[in-house]
């Protein structure tokens, strides 16, 4: 299974175009994902992101609650870098809630340039 195709019990939605980068001229590194429903009867009622270290320990997290629904959304984050820095392994989360289903996709990443 590709890493981008929906999973069984994950609320029929898709997570693309993850990015996980450093910006030199604010300082911090980014972690961002499109998710995306597949049934255009539904929506996406909440969406998340976890961004984890090489470790798994977690670096920062953010959640926001949809009330009308949508058909994708673009959450990120901007974490000061700390000690990440280009080319170091993490792990991005999205999680979140569509048609009245949680739906929980990781994806490994290295830190790029943005």
């Known amino acids: 299974m ?14 693309t175009n993850w990015v996980a980068c450093f910006n030199s001229g604010d300082d911090e590194v980014v972690l961002s994902c499109t998710v995306a429903t597949n049934d255009s009867s539904s929506g996406i009622t909440g969406v998340g992101l976890v961004l ?6 977690t670096l920062a997290t953010c959640y926001t609650e949809l009330s009308n629904g949508c058909q994708s959304a673009n ?3 901007n974490l000061a870098a700390g000690a990440l820095k280009v080319g170091d392994q993490v792990m991005g989360v999205a999680t979140g809630e569509a048609n009245q289903q949680h739906f929980f996709f990781e994806e490994e990443l ?5």
Do not use: H, Y
């Open 110 to 114: 290295v830190i790029g340039e943005c």
């Open 75 to 77: 959450p990120s984050i």
């Open 52 to 57: 984890n270290d090489r470790q798994g320990l």
């Open 2 to 15: 590709a890493a981008n195709e929906p999973k069984p019990g994950n609320a029929d939605v898709t997570v």
